[in-house]
């Protein structure tokens, strides 16, 4: 009886043993489907703008869809700085960009750094009202932050348009490189600095410095990021037509039927706004990834 | 050269005042060893003398030289981190040389005395590393290259060997030790750990809230200890301490509290009849006796705890803990009634009150 006793429980621990490795196996397949979808939802898109700028505006438009170009060309690429200025758009961007990236980077690092390292009054109610600010939705801002570039005289001007980026980063960005100060620089880092022979100063030039690169990287690509993005307050700021920004560009492009005529252009110029981000992202991933996630583990 | 002297020194965190008057002479190639609870202000007291805490009063003088306004980088010390605070981004070799950089000093003399300061501790295969594709010993080796590379008046080390492992922790205790005996450079070391205290300092310096307990060779400590709090935070197991009322007639029991006596012997003549007092005795000081007699007494063994080199024997007499530790490799069970006699020739007494030694 003892026996049977034990070959019943085998057999029922078995079939369970069996249940479970199939459970198992369906929910990796079922992962695996659902990414699959979500990576075509993502990247569809982007391999039809990539194509579509290698095709003839009356081949994108055929029905059923071609989905390989028959006969890829480069002509829309030839063509479209013809009917917008691509490049100077491009340039504008870039500039705007990367300005407002470095600009928010150096003084989020030394703010974030001052409130994570000393004690000073009003220091949590700072930290308070920079959090606050993430909390207030960016199209409240539109009015007052128009009002007072107008008022400083910046309308139509880079300036004007970089300072407003360098402001709507520098929130998170401080926020960001705070915890990064607190998590991965840790302050015997400077102490021992200083034993060493260096001022305060000096400590945080040589020591401090090198070690945020990473969280440095990961600020400096999100306001890049946000700037290169960005469409709303480069059209608000910049009215003039050799001053836009590419996204203002190619949206103005799309708005005077350019999308539907020239959409081989329209898709040419779209890639290439795309491009920059993409290398910029590419160059500092390694550190972006390090600086996001620096300090979550001992 | 390396004198360090510290004269009523008070540390105030706004209304807190968390140091409380230290006064400490430590010599010329002394290594004195600041030992107490977590709490007890050690670390506080180190940063000071280091200049990276402010002395809210008094005076810190290293080298004969009043330090107390001086930025750290002035006042000619080294300090070893419990983090190591190895400068991740530098290789081993500039992470040593890093403050003679700072001194303007000649890379051939940076190279030289880096190499000489790596050649004492093995890190001469090592100077090309980065900090993260070391060890936990060989971080804790860098770091005390980088302090012995400057030749300072003092060296400072604050738990310098908390974040090791234990067989780790004994290797380097001795490296320490030895590299103190080859160098002798004054040390000012922090721990709280009462084994590396004992093992390595020429004198301890047993902190408790903020005051200086006692100071003393690491023997004197464990041997005459000045009050109650010395004699249970020095030596591993702790003292064991009785409190009760001394009799009131002439046989000199300790009538304890919870229930159950303890003879007194001899060691009662500092204790006056009915005085409330503490005993202490070293868990080396029990031991097994033949029967319960005028010199022992009946206790219960809860846990018996083989060590290898000696065992211990937790036991209660009445609600009171003991623990005896014998040399024989005994077996008891649970609950076992076993008679213990005390070496009354090294019995402490305290004061019940105010925990001071009184015999």
Request: proline content about 5%.
């Amino acid at each position: 009886m003892s026996v049977s006793g034990v070959e019943h429980v085998n057999g029922k621990a078995g079939r369970r043993l069996l249940s479970s490795s199939r459970r198992d196996a369906l929910t990796r397949i079922a992962v695996g489907v659902i990414t699959a979808l979500i990576l075509i939802y993502i990247l569809v898109p982007v391999f039809w703008m990539l194509k579509s700028s290698f095709q003839s505006a009356l081949e994108i438009r055929a029905n059923p869809p071609i989905w390989f170009p028959g006969e890829p060309t480069l002509k829309a690429y030839e063509d479209m700085d013809r009917l917008i200025p691509v490049w100077r758009y491009l340039w504008n961007s870039v500039v705007v960009s990367l300005i407002a990236s470095v600009i928010a980077t150096l003084i989020a690092t030394a703010a974030a750094y001052v409130l994570a390292r000393f004690r000073f009054p009003f220091a949590t109610l700072i930290l308070t009202l920079i959090l606050v600010t993430q909390l207030i939705p960016p199209i409240t801002r539109v009015f007052p932050v128009y009002t007072f570039i107008q008022s400083l005289g910046l309308l139509n001007t880079y300036t004007g348009l970089t300072l407003a980026y360098i402001g709507f980063s520098l929130p998170f960005a401080v926020l960001l490189l705070r915890g990064y100060f607190e998590t991965s620089c840790p302050p015997e880092l400077e102490e021992a600095a200083m034993v060493d022979g260096c001022s305060h100063f000096s400590a945080f030039w040589r020591i401090i410095l090198p070690v945020s690169l990473p969280g440095m990287a990961a600020v400096g690509i999100f306001t890049f990021l946000n700037a290169w993005n960005d469409f709303l307050w480069a059209s608000l700021l910049l009215n003039q037509g050799s001053m836009k920004t590419i996204q203002v560009g190619i949206g103005d492009f799309a708005s005077e039927g350019g999308g539907v005529q020239y959409v081989n252009l329209f898709m040419a110029a779209c890639v290439v706004a795309t491009v920059p981000a993409v290398i910029m992202f590419l160059f500092v991933q390694r550190w972006l990834v390090g600086g996001l996630t620096a300090g979550s583990v001992k | 050269m390396g004198e360090v002297t510290l004269t009523d020194v008070r540390k105030n965190y706004g209304a807190l005042e968390v140091l409380h008057g230290i006064d400490l002479s430590i010599s010329d190639g002394e290594f004195v060893v600041l030992v107490g609870p977590s709490g007890c202000g050690k670390s506080t007291l180190l940063r000071m003398i280091a200049g990276l805490e402010t002395t809210t009063s008094g005076e810190i003088t290293v080298g004969g030289r009043l330090v107390n306004k001086l930025p750290p980088k002035d006042r000619d010390i080294a300090m070893v981190f419990q983090t190591y605070a190895l400068y991740p981004h530098m290789t081993v070799a500039d992470n040593m040389g890093f403050s003679l950089r700072l001194r303007s000093i000649s890379k051939a003399e940076i190279a030289e005395k880096v190499a000489r300061a790596a050649d004492i501790l093995d890190l001469t295969p090592l100077l090309q590393r980065k900090p993260r594709q070391l060890s936990g010993g060989q971080r804790q080796r860098v770091a005390m290259g980088r302090a012995i590379v400057r030749n300072p008046s003092a060296f400072l080390f604050d738990e310098p060997l908390s974040n090791l492992d234990a067989k780790l922790r004994v290797q380097m205790r001795a490296e320490i030790k030895s590299l103190h005996q080859r160098l002798g450079t004054t040390i000012v070391y922090v721990t709280h750990d009462q084994v590396e205290a004992m093992t390595m300092a020429d004198r301890i310096v047993v902190m408790n809230g903020g005051r200086v307990e006692q100071v003393g060779s690491p023997l004197d400590l464990y041997d005459h200890p000045a009050n109650m709090f010395v004699a249970q935070f020095i030596g591993s197991p702790a003292m064991n301490v009785f409190h009760g009322r001394v009799s009131e007639d002439q046989d000199a029991v300790l009538e304890l509290e919870g229930g159950g006596i303890l003879p007194l012997g001899k060691r009662a003549t500092g204790a006056e009849p009915g005085q409330r007092i503490s005993l202490g005795v070293r868990p080396e000081n029990v031991r097994l006796a033949e029967e319960v007699g005028t010199t022992s007494v009946q206790a219960k063994v809860m846990v018996v705890e083989p060590t290898g080199a000696e065992t211990l024997v937790n036991a209660v007499i009445g609600q009171s803990p003991v623990v005896a530790s014998v040399k024989e490799r005994l077996r008891f069970n649970p609950g076992e009634e076993v008679p213990l006699g005390f070496d009354f020739g090294e019995v402490h007494l305290f004061d019940g009150e105010s925990g001071d030694r009184i015999d």
